[in-house]
Structures are given as C-alpha cells and as structure tokens.
C-alpha cells in the first residue's frame, strides 16, 4: 500500500513540475521576447560613439551605380514622323562611395547631416570605356529651350530656329558617354550664359553634371531615441517640412527614411516610407516576399504598380497642369525648371503598353526592371536592394521650328539607372552572428517548455500504466521498470 502511495506521489510530483515548467515559461517567454527586442531597439538608437552611428556615417554595405543609355539608331526617320527606334548600351558601372558628413547630433534626439557621394569608374563591370564609347541621343537643352517657346509667336519661333541652325543645335546629337554622363559645353547654353548669365548659370550640361563630389541637401532626421519607429526618418529636407511643388499637402509630405536604414523589427503588413530627392517626392513600398540573401533571410519590399497608375496619380495630386500622360511614368517637370523630364521603370515595366509599342527596343522585364528593397527584418538592415529608373523625355514636334521635323509626339527614353547593393561578405558573417545569438535567446523558453510537456506526457502515461496495474498486479510495465518504480 505504502509503496503504491509512494509511485501515486512521484507521479503527482512530475506532474506538477510538468505544469509549472510549462505555466512559468509561457509567461516568461514574453518577458525574454520583449528584453531581445528592447536590445535591438537599443542598439540601432543613433548615439555617440555607437556602432550604429558609425554604420550610418559610413554604410559598410558597398554601393554600385549601372548606367544604361539608349542610342537612337534612327534619327532622321524619326523627324519624318517614323517610330522611334533605341538601343540599350550598357552598363557603364560605377562605385558609389557615400559618407555622411557636418553630422551634428541634438539633446532633442535628433541629428543632422549630408550626405556626401562621388562615383568611380569600374572598368571590369562594364561594357565599354565612356570616354571613348560614343552615342546619339536627344539634346537635351535644346528640348528645355522649346518647351520654353511653346507660347511665343510665329516670328520668335522663326528667328530662334535660324539661331539654332546657325549654333549647329539639333533634336539629337552625338557624345561620349562620359560627356551625357558627367558634362560637356553645349553651344546653345554657353550663348545664353554669355547673354543672361542669370539665367543660364553655367555653359556646361550633363545629366550629372556637378553630382560627383558632392551632396544632395541638408537632412534633420530622428535618432529613435524617443520612438524606435521614427529610427533615421526625415523630419526636415533643406530646412523645409514639406515640399511645394505639388498639389495636394499629402503629396509634398517628405514621408519615411533616405532609404538607406530603417527602425528595427519590420513587419510584413507594414509600408516603407522612403524620401527620394531625385524625383521630388516620396513613396512607398509594401512587402512581397521571403527571400535569402547570404544565408539571412529577408523580407522582400516592392514599389507597388499602383504608385504610378494614371489614376493614383491624379487623385494624389502628382499631376502637374493636369498633364498626365499614361500609367507608369510620372512627370517631374514641375521641379525640373520645367524641362519635360518624366520618371519610370526601365524600359516601361508595369506601364500602359502603349508607352511600350511606341518605342522599338523596349523589352520590359521584372527580374531586371523591378527596384525592390531585401531587408533584415529584426534589425531593419537592408541587404540587398536596387534601384531602378528610368529617365524619358517628352517630345514633340513645334511649329516653325524647322529642327523639330515632322517628329510625332512621344515619350523617349534616354536613360535607365541601377542603383544596386548587396551586403558583403564580412558585413554578412557579422549579421548572422548577431542574429543567432538573439534567436538562441528567444528560442530557449521553447526548449524549456518542451522540457516541461515531456514531463507532464510522462507524468500522464505513468498515471495511465498504474491504472492499468490495478487489474493486473502480477505484470510489471517495462515503463516503470526502466523507472524502478515497484507496483507491489
């Protein structure tokens, strides 16, 4: 009797344990959560002297710039009113070193800087050499200057076409990549600077010309002192709050980060907000999928076609005199001193068709087209990412402007951008190391918790051998030898 009150007690006790193993950790397990959690926030705070900062100031993650021109093979045909027809060149490659510098932190934690970038030539991830490769594309400037004498009068037009001629200025032209890329004087401008210099500041024109070396404005952004979700987001651009060039106050919001870090523990059903200077507003990106970058997994973030669907557009207020043309491409006239300049995907991707048939060459592709963001979720880190734009002009034939021919109206590709990174491979072996220890920290509650079921399905299944023991007192369970529990 005593010995089976002995076994009925040791199996109540491995019960018991069973359940307050289990009932402690799945109140602790919370408890480790949010300290991991707290840690991450911690860490990727913007404060003196942390690592954070330091990986801010200088990302360890390396940065290339791709450049693809589109060299149009048809000129003269085009002015008789014939499809335009373009081929790719490229890419022309490019590292892009980026340091943040006149970093100045505040006790209202937030801190300003700029960001300073300069681009090296990489000949081996290139196509070609751009001083001596050479392409035709449109002229630029000389599409600006016309834009500016579509409402002058027939006798302006005539005696401004008379000039072009004699300045030998044409709808397209001939250059140097590296010229179209970073500058060459052209005619037309070096007249009007001599003339109105006020107006024409510089004889020089290239699609990045003065880029190189230099920064794109003054940033004010929130340390995530105060809030781990306002990490590295934009609070002012230029001393300004807000842009003005739309027309909508949603649309001049500067919204979201520069893009280049984010607040910590990302979630799938949540929006980035990313402020892009270079086509004068912000936007967002919504969450695709799981990828694998280097053994890390990462959420996959995507500009979603809707951002610049036609109808957005107009709703949103991101149409400029009511002058849309077709779903996926946005006009950026408005902040481009009025050269009619309009941003998309390379190639047209996820734009109106007609954009795609109206210019030969265009082969729209997502795995080459598509800018999208690999992010680290626990962190916020990115990993990988690519930018992707593509730069066109609209044009369009003007009466008495004997350069323009017979052109249709048309918007023509000219350029096409891959901002890319990928986490390296030092960066990465420091990430996974990171992010398994913090997950060795959130999984342990588990194991303990297995612990503790185990022992409650012991406790059970004795409980069930020693009812079962009652019927039968001359049978010993293995179970309960194995245990050297005595049933007698």
């Given at each position: 009797?005593?010995?089976?009150?002995?076994?009925?007690?040791?199996?109540?006790?491995?019960?018991?344990?069973?359940?307050?193993?289990?009932?402690?950790?799945?109140?602790?397990?919370?408890?480790?959560?949010?300290?991991?959690?707290?840690?991450?926030?911690?860490?990727?705070?913007?404060?003196?002297?942390?690592?954070?900062?330091?990986?801010?100031?200088?990302?360890?993650?390396?940065?290339?710039?791709?450049?693809?021109?589109?060299?149009?093979?048809?000129?003269?045909?085009?002015?008789?009113?014939?499809?335009?027809?373009?081929?790719?060149?490229?890419?022309?490659?490019?590292?892009?070193?980026?340091?943040?510098?006149?970093?100045?932190?505040?006790?209202?934690?937030?801190?300003?800087?700029?960001?300073?970038?300069?681009?090296?030539?990489?000949?081996?991830?290139?196509?070609?050499?751009?001083?001596?490769?050479?392409?035709?594309?449109?002229?630029?400037?000389?599409?600006?200057?016309?834009?500016?004498?579509?409402?002058?009068?027939?006798?302006?037009?005539?005696?401004?076409?008379?000039?072009?001629?004699?300045?030998?200025?044409?709808?397209?032209?001939?250059?140097?990549?590296?010229?179209?890329?970073?500058?060459?004087?052209?005619?037309?401008?070096?007249?009007?600077?001599?003339?109105?210099?006020?107006?024409?500041?510089?004889?020089?024109?290239?699609?990045?010309?003065?880029?190189?070396?230099?920064?794109?404005?003054?940033?004010?952004?929130?340390?995530?002192?105060?809030?781990?979700m306002d990490s590295t987001k934009i609070?002012?651009?230029?001393?300004?709050?807000?842009?003005?060039?739309?027309?909508?106050?949603?649309?001049?919001?500067?919204?979201?980060?520069?893009?280049?870090?984010?607040?910590?523990?990302?979630?799938?059903?949540?929006?980035?907000?990313?402020?892009?200077?270079?086509?004068?507003?912000?936007?967002?990106?919504?969450?695709?999928?799981?990828?694998?970058?280097?053994?890390?997994?990462?959420?996959?973030?995507?500009?979603?076609?809707?951002?610049?669907?036609?109808?957005?557009?107009?709703?949103?207020?991101?149409?400029?005199?009511?002058?849309?043309?077709?779903?996926?491409?946005?006009?950026?006239?408005?902040?481009?001193?009025?050269?009619?300049?309009?941003?998309?995907?390379?190639?047209?991707?996820?734009?109106?068709?007609?954009?795609?048939?109206?210019?030969?060459?265009?082969?729209?592709n997502m795995k080459t087209d598509q800018?999208?963001?690999?992010?680290?979720?626990?962190?916020?880190?990115?990993?990988?990412?690519?930018?992707?734009?593509?730069?066109?002009?609209?044009?369009?034939?003007?009466?008495?402007?004997?350069?323009?021919?017979?052109?249709?109206?048309?918007?023509?590709?000219?350029?096409?951008?891959?901002?890319?990174?990928?986490?390296?491979?030092?960066?990465?072996?420091?990430?996974?190391?990171?992010?398994?220890?913090?997950?060795?920290?959130?999984?342990?509650?588990?194991?303990?918790?297995?612990?503790?079921?185990?022992?409650?399905?012991?406790?059970?299944?004795?409980?069930?051998?020693?009812?079962?023991?009652?019927?039968?007192?001359?049978?010993?369970?293995?179970?309960?030898?194995?245990?050297?529990?005595?049933?007698?």
């Open positions: 009797m005593m010995t089976h009150l002995r076994n009925k007690i040791a199996v109540i006790g491995v019960f018991a344990l069973g359940c307050f193993i289990t009932f402690v950790v799945l109140t602790v397990k919370d408890v480790l959560k949010n300290i991991v959690e707290d840690q991450i926030k911690e860490h990727t705070k913007l404060k003196l002297n942390s690592e954070a900062l330091k990986n801010w100031k200088d990302p360890p993650v390396p940065v290339y710039m791709q450049f693809f021109l589109f060299h149009i093979e048809n000129s003269e045909e085009i002015l008789q009113g014939k499809q335009a027809i373009v081929k790719e060149v490229g890419p022309y490659t490019y590292k892009e070193h980026r340091h943040r510098s006149n970093v100045f932190l505040y006790d209202n934690a937030t801190i300003s800087s700029t960001t300073h970038k300069s681009f090296v030539f990489q000949r081996n991830m290139s196509v070609g050499d751009p001083r001596v490769d050479h392409i035709t594309t449109v002229n630029i400037p000389f599409v600006a200057m016309l834009q500016s004498l579509k409402q002058t009068g027939m006798a302006q037009k005539m005696i401004l076409s008379l000039l072009f001629a004699l300045k030998s200025s044409a709808m397209f032209q001939t250059h140097s990549v590296e010229e179209f890329l970073w500058g060459y004087e052209d005619p037309l401008l070096k007249l009007g600077h001599r003339l109105l210099p006020s107006i024409f500041p510089d004889s020089r024109f290239g699609l990045f010309y003065g880029a190189n070396g230099t920064d794109d404005g003054v940033y004010l952004f929130s340390t995530g002192k105060k809030d781990y609070i002012t651009w230029n001393g300004q709050k807000s842009l003005t060039w739309w027309a909508t106050n949603t649309s001049n919001m500067i919204n979201g980060t520069d893009g280049a870090t984010f607040h910590p523990l990302i979630k799938k059903n949540e929006a980035l907000y990313i402020f892009a200077p270079d086509i004068c507003r912000s936007l967002h990106l919504i969450f695709e999928k799981d990828v694998h970058v280097k053994g890390i997994s990462a959420y996959r973030f995507i500009v979603p076609k809707e951002m610049f669907a036609i109808d957005y557009l107009i709703k949103e207020g991101f149409c400029p005199a009511m002058n849309c043309q077709l779903s996926g491409v946005l006009n950026i006239s408005i902040c481009k001193q009025g050269v009619p300049i309009f941003i998309s995907s390379p190639h047209f991707y996820d734009g109106d068709q007609k954009l795609v048939k109206d210019i030969g060459g265009m082969k729209p800018t999208f963001l690999d992010i680290e979720p626990m962190t916020g880190f990115p990993i990988r990412a690519a930018k992707r734009m593509q730069l066109n002009l609209h044009i369009e034939a003007v009466d008495y402007i004997a350069q323009t021919g017979r052109m249709r109206t048309m918007i023509l590709p000219v350029i096409f951008l891959n901002e890319n990174a990928v986490i390296d491979d030092k960066s990465a072996v420091k990430l996974k190391w990171a992010l398994q220890i913090m997950k060795i920290m959130l999984y342990i509650p588990y194991v303990i918790l297995g612990a503790g079921i185990l022992l409650l399905l012991i406790s059970l299944s004795l409980a069930f051998v020693m009812c079962s023991c009652k019927k039968n007192k001359e049978y010993t369970p293995v179970i309960l030898k194995v245990l050297n529990i005595k049933t007698h």
